[in-house]
């Protein structure tokens, strides 16, 4: 079980205060209830809630389908403020909760979702929404639209405030970065849900009453849940993925970390190159996976510090097609299969497996090629300093056509002006004083020579080394 920080929970408690004093009036009986709506509503928005599973955003904040946010929108245009809030304690209460305590995640979620809900209803009230809907027959829609989008925006901004507040309680992050980004993410889908809220509201005051309301609820619910499956499908691959990577840092020390970088990597390449958006997320997980390979290599070879003789390193060189037929049969990969397996591939053809040349080699092999060589010259590991990120680049230009293709350095070097790069430290243990190379010059295996009649560039093939942009294994 989890613990919740005591900031928190008093930050929760707090929320849970403010809910209470904002129903007061109407649990005070100072507001009439309209008992039916109310009813109606909360049971509407159980009904949605129970099924679903929350996911958590960080430690606590819950998000569901998506599903409920138009009945508490409704709830907010055709109810008082006061009443509005009730709505959705019922519902917030009863919900699913995945992750302990969950009796503190429901009193927050309740909370959360009342507080918007009642400011949403403040907001409307405020700029005259609820006499448009009061016409008879309805209701005069095209007059409710902008107070619907005030309250849209209310609810939008009053959810993204206390979710970053409980992320900076919970969660310890600073307010700043807790903030970053939440309203942008969220500001459109809470537009639609309001737009979606204001035609159940005109339906429900409509000759046909509460139940043609549900023909808006019905399509949102739909197309919330397909969303919720593909995320549930996408937390899958990415779970996959990580396994798999955790795998290989544990069989290979060395390059902890490597393969989450060069997967970053490759990602500003592709963007550099205008690659479709479609296409990204895949090369990534081709970077990320580009040694998986290593599993299938002897460990003793992975962790062996000195020079690998021939037959070790020919062992070191099938990882490729080992890595090949370890992710065969991970469909949503893709393309991403045909770069785990040409990744050492050269331009010149003297790479492996298959000594391809030039356009032969697949796109996404040539950017992780890149991706994995410009990682490993500019980490700093426990056997040598990284190169600075200018040194690794005039390096990878020097082999640009011989071992790289030209078009996909430039894009890096051309990302990277943008973006730039942070090297890290791939193991835990001392860095040996190794003099940092300058452009052309080779290193060994943890400060060992290059052997005679070795080609220098190979030297870092097994993934130790950061000789010509020989890359990680």
Do not use: N
């Not at 958590?56 to 409704?74: R, T, Y």
């Amino acid at each position: 079980m989890r613990s919740v920080p005591a900031t928190a929970r008093a930050y929760i408690l707090c929320a849970a205060v403010c809910t209470v004093l904002c129903a007061l009036p109407a649990l005070r009986g100072d507001v009439p209830i309209p008992w039916r709506a109310l009813t109606l509503l909360a049971a509407l928005y159980a009904l949605c809630e129970l099924p679903a599973r929350c996911r958590h955003f960080g430690a606590l904040v819950p998000v569901g389908a998506g599903s409920f946010f138009p009945v508490l929108l409704a709830a907010s245009f055709l109810l008082p403020p006061a009443v509005a809030t009730l709505v959705a304690v019922p519902g917030a209460l009863l919900g699913r909760v995945e992750r302990r305590p969950s009796g503190v995640r429901r009193v927050w979620r309740a909370a959360q979702v009342a507080l918007a809900t009642w400011a949403t209803a403040q907001t409307y009230v405020l700029l005259g929404g609820g006499r448009a809907l009061e016409t008879p027959g309805g209701g005069d829609f095209p007059y409710a639209l902008v107070p619907a989008a005030a309250g849209a925006l209310a609810f939008c901004l009053v959810l993204t405030v206390l979710e970053a507040g409980i992320l900076a309680t919970a969660e310890r992050l600073p307010l700043r970065i807790a903030w970053r980004g939440l309203l942008l993410r969220s500001l459109v889908p809470h537009l639609v849900h309001g737009l979606a809220g204001l035609m159940m509201a005109v339906l429900w005051r409509s000759p046909y009453g509460p139940v043609s309301a549900l023909f808006v609820l019905l399509p949102m619910y739909i197309s919330c849940w397909l969303f919720a499956q593909y995320h549930r499908e996408r937390s899958a691959h990415q779970a996959t993925i990580r396994a798999l990577v955790q795998a290989v840092d544990l069989k290979d020390r060395y390059t902890r970390g490597h393969s989450e970088r060069v997967g970053r990597a490759s990602v500003l390449i592709a963007r550099q190159l205008r690659m479709a958006d479609d296409r990204l997320e895949v090369i990534r997980f081709a970077g990320i996976l580009h040694d998986v390979g290593k599993l299938g290599v002897p460990t003793r070879l992975l962790r062996k510090d000195g020079p690998l003789t021939p037959d070790e390193r020919r062992v070191i060189e099938l990882h490729p097609e080992y890595g090949h037929e370890i992710v065969r049969g991970i469909g949503f990969l893709g393309e991403a299969r045909s770069a785990i397996l040409h990744h050492h591939e050269r331009m010149d053809g003297s790479g492996y497996p298959y000594g391809l040349v030039g356009q032969e080699i697949p796109e996404f092999a040539r950017v992780v090629a890149v991706a994995d060589a410009f990682d490993a010259m500019t980490s700093t590991r426990s056997y040598s300093r990284g190169r600075p990120v200018e040194v690794a680049l005039a390096e990878l230009r020097r082999c640009a056509g011989t071992q790289f293709d030209p078009r996909m350095v430039e894009a890096l070097v051309r990302a990277l002006e943008r973006h730039g790069w942070e090297t890290e430290v791939t193991s835990d243990e001392t860095v040996l004083p190794v003099p940092v190379p300058v452009p052309g010059a080779q290193e060994g295996v943890r400060g060992i020579p290059p052997q005679p009649g070795r080609p220098p560039e190979r030297v870092a093939a097994h993934g130790r080394g950061d000789g010509a942009a020989g890359g990680s294994a």
